[in-house]
């Protein structure tokens, strides 16, 4: 058996315009576009257990990212 490989996470982050969708839930007004994350989380065996999205104004997104990832 095969030593399993580290757990992992993939993202990325997109500006799309906002839609109607995004008008009604979000306080938006002035934007029309918004920063997009979109996440997946994988196991140390590469299945994907985690499936994000996250829609953010523009005036206030800012990414950073910190992962630290030990073998059991």
Do not use: W
Request: glycine share 6%; with cysteine.
């Amino acid at each position: 058996m095969g030593a399993a490989g580290p757990a992992s996470t993939k993202r990325t982050i997109t500006v799309e315009p906002a839609t109607e969708h995004d008008r009604e839930l979000l306080d938006i007004e002035g934007f029309g576009y918004l920063a997009v994350m979109t996440s997946q989380t994988f196991d140390s065996k590469g299945n994907m257990f985690e499936y994000t999205t996250s829609r953010h104004r523009p005036d206030t997104f800012c990414f950073h990212d910190t992962a630290v990832r030990s073998t059991v």
